[in-house]
DNA sequence: CTGTTAGCGCATTCAG
DNA sequence: CTGAATGCGCTAACAG
């Protein structure tokens, strides 16, 4: 049990009562190799008896570096960006870094986070930021060193987005969709629509042109998409229109919840999945095997994600990185919603 | 635009150019009455042209309060945790203050976070302990001042858990729980099953102590319960035990995501939902409105907890509060998942 | 109204 | 192997 007195002790009391000074006990805090053990048992006892804990801000003050990596999110509270957050403050921990969060419900507030953080000198940034619009707002400010771009890859991700220098790593969303896509022109549909994310997502840009594409490769028609705000009662709604499509015989949503809300609507109307349209969605959130039908979707590890952003913080850091990917593999997981024409 | 040279400007930097001492830079950013209003401009100016950032860390050394609050939680990827710590952390930085998280995916490393989080030097401390052994941990290590516990009430909420000093904010469970039996019963149903959480969940204790005593007041039969793990498949899982209950008409579910399992189940079984089975759930999460059937269920404001515990923890801290109430009342949302018996 | 002098708790030179 | 200076960038007393 430590033996508070009124304040927390500092290393001059550690000292003190080691009869060293404190740049020993600092030694020994921070293992320093020049030590004779005895003196070394000797500060130890001390630091046990004090209940003496190291002061993270003098130490980050003196050493310059707070072993803190910020983290700049927009805050929705969909399913990718929280499992995000999730993936990258574990993995800053597991390194042994603290993960301070400022989130914003608009990209206005992106500035005022960076200069935020940067005030609370992070070591490192990490911006989960999935609209074009955030995107933006950073592009007018000056970055730290060391900062990443989770989980947002624009559109043009061999060109290069508003600000070129930033790395990125992301799940690939263009293979992604693609898979979907595939998987359902395989199963022999030929007129297959697109429930899509808001324009401005740049998830859903993706998701969106290489739906096109893959449908162009093929050489299938391309009808028009209907766009959703990813909510399932976006996706409810946008059943007549995606039902308004001449043949149309499958339909590749943007998320799950939206593809759940299409589900909806179409049960509602007395049509059967698959038996009357097949439906493919993207995520696979925790629900999506239990729908019904169980949810013929895209699997993206976004904790994955969050660690492999935290492995590049780390290497730009200088420390020891894992070298995992940048661009995580997305996987199709083939369910019931989907059946042959 | 700030002009770098080398390293970000400090306030002797300020100081120097606007031919002041630090100090009275210190007034200017500190926005002191104390300033001939020249002189402020004219270190106001200065900063403009260095794109001066006052530090956060010395300025949090010195002034021995950091303006951040720690939050260390069990890092479920469970709705209800995700949002509370959305919550928290918007609250937090409406409140001028930094959020920063520790996760632990056991309830062993509970006492690491305190430490860590302490030697960060936070000016406050919220909790998300969702279950018994974590909260056990707790009792172990002396706790900061300012530290409220969030979103999980031990079953016995009025005598007091293992941290008696603890204050604690949460959604009132209790009366979710009565609010989604009542309605069952209200509707006619004699026989009414419990699909309950985890047992080492408080939550799950809770809405199950609930549902039995509600049940005992009306005098109708108590069924043994069926338990699972909060995860969709547990309550398809759970299906065939909880149809071999004689008589049962409805089930109340201790989530959505399990009830959703449980319409699965049902549904693989040939049996209809509610005409077979009436099934209540517990969250209110964005997919509940467009199951199959729209899932009856009890909605519960997370963000609102996290706003209470961030008040809570201002107000400990001596600042201003808005004077949130520590239970928020959950609301039962009727939807087509039951009907009368 | 402003400058001077001290720290906050630690790390980083240097001596010895 | 250890101790004495010096500084990280800022705030908090006092002076004047």
Redesign the pocket.
């Given at each position: 049990m430590p033996a508070p007195r009124g304040?927390?002790p500092?290393?001059?009391d550690?000292?003190q009562r080691a009869?060293?000074?404190?740049?020993?006990?600092?030694?020994v805090?921070?293992d320093?190799?020049?030590?004779?053990?005895?003196?070394?048992e000797r500060v130890l006892q001390a630091i046990e008896d004090l209940g003496?804990?190291?002061?993270g801000?003098?130490?980050a003050?003196?050493?310059?570096r707070s072993r803190r990596i910020g983290l700049l999110m927009e805050s929705s509270s969909h399913y990718g960006p929280m499992n995000m957050l999730r993936g990258v403050e574990l993995a800053a921990r597991r390194a042994g870094y603290a993960a301070t969060t400022f989130g914003v419900t608009s990209p206005d507030e992106f500035d005022e986070g960076i200069d935020f953080l940067r005030d609370q000198r992070v070591d490192a940034l990490a911006i989960i930021a999935p609209r074009a619009q955030s995107l933006e707002s950073l592009a007018r400010v000056t970055l730290p060193q060391a900062c990443v771009l989770v989980g947002s890859m624009p559109p043009d991700a061999d060109g290069f987005g508003p600000i070129p220098s930033l790395p990125r790593v992301g799940v690939d969303q263009a293979l992604g969709a693609r898979l979907a896509v595939q998987h359902l022109i395989a199963s022999g549909h030929r007129m297959i629509a697109h429930l899509a994310g808001p324009a401005d997502w740049f998830d859903a840009q993706v998701r969106r042109n290489e739906w096109f594409r893959t449908l162009e490769a093929a050489g299938l028609e391309t009808p028009p998409t209907v766009e959703g705000d990813w909510r399932p009662q976006s996706g409810y709604d946008a059943t007549d229109a995606l039902l308004a499509i001449p043949g149309v015989t499958a339909v590749f949503a943007a998320n799950d919840q939206m593809a759940l809300g299409l589900i909806h609507g179409l049960s509602d109307r007395g049509l059967a999945i698959p038996g009357d349209l097949s439906v493919v969605g993207f995520d696979d959130i925790p629900e999506s095997a239990h729908f019904r039908p169980p949810l013929t979707t895209v699997h993206q590890d976004f904790q994955a994600v969050g660690e492999a952003a935290v492995d590049l913080l780390l290497q730009r850091l200088g420390e020891a990185s894992h070298g995992s990917p940048q661009q995580i593999v997305p996987e199709l997981v083939v369910r019931t919603s989907t059946a042959p024409a």
């Open positions: 304040h927390a500092s290393m001059r550690v000292a009869g060293v000074s404190h740049q020993t006990v600092s030694r805090v921070n320093s190799p020049n030590i004779r053990s005895d003196t070394r003496y804990r190291p002061n801000l003098a130490r003050l003196a050493h310059g």
